[in-house]
């Protein structure tokens, strides 16, 4: 069945670093990827979205690329905030609405 | 302002007890969801419901059960909690691509 893996459960960082948070997923249908970001105990929120091949999609800073090649959805941040700091989900939709999660990754940036 | 509500935000119940989680919306949306969100797990899709009383499995729907007879009311249902039910639970809604979630609800079984 389809399934997302996202290998760093924990990514730790300085104010002003770079981030890059993987996402890589299998499926036997037509890929549409998202990552939605978790802020300590609010609501995860839609942070990106994209079903196109090799085009960078853009948000609040965030950019991710689909790669069908690799099967990859990696998101990056060229330099990251103190409000950054949150719990960031990788997800692939499946037919009929459904949305197969990654576990997460938390990123703590430090000051 | 498109919003999900979820009732109640906390809740303590003991093992055998009934527990009812409300999830509301008010953007006439027909899909909404029901997920439980555990350390190290992600989000584990419960049920869905395509509209009023069209509902479905999702990954994990056993010990629960659901219930949507108003298109804006979605119930999550636990006959009998126990323990390894203690989880943090949300209820989302969506139209098109994108999914808005509730606050969640965090229910403790003892």
């Known amino acids: 069945g389809d399934s997302v893996t996202q290998t760093e459960g924990l990514v730790t960082l300085t104010k002003g670093l770079p981030v890059m948070l993987n996402c890589t997923y299998q499926?036997?249908?037509?890929?549409?990827l998202f990552w939605y970001v978790q802020h300590l105990n609010e609501a995860p929120k839609l942070l990106l979205k994209s079903s196109t091949d090799n085009k960078r999609t853009e948000h609040q800073g965030f950019y991710a690329t689909l790669h069908k090649s690799s099967s990859s959805f990696h998101l990056q941040k060229s330099s990251v905030q103190l409000s950054d700091s949150a719990l960031y989900f990788c997800?692939?939709?499946?037919?009929?609405?459904?949305?197969?999660f990654g576990t997460g990754t938390s990123l703590l940036v430090d000051p | 302002d498109m919003k999900v509500t979820q009732m109640p935000r906390y809740l303590i119940k003991r093992m055998g007890e009934n527990v009812l989680l409300e999830c509301g919306q008010d953007?006439?949306?027909?899909?909404m969801y029901w997920y439980r969100q555990d350390p190290g797990l992600g989000l584990q899709l419960i049920y869905i419901?395509?509209?009023?009383?069209?509902?479905s499995e999702g990954d994990i729907p056993k010990g629960y059960r659901v219930s949507r007879k108003k298109r804006e009311h979605f119930s999550l249902i636990l006959d009998s909690a126990k323990t390894n039910q203690t989880s943090v639970y949300f209820c989302?809604?969506?139209?098109?691509?994108?999914?808005?979630f509730g606050p969640g609800t965090r229910l403790t079984v003892l």
């Open positions: 953007m006439s949306h027909e899909t």
């Open positions: 997800a692939l939709r499946n037919m009929g609405y459904k949305l197969t």
């Open positions: 989302a809604s969506s139209e098109g691509d994108e999914q808005y």
């Open positions: 419901s395509y509209d009023v009383d069209s509902n």
């Open positions: 499926t036997t249908y037509s890929p549409f």
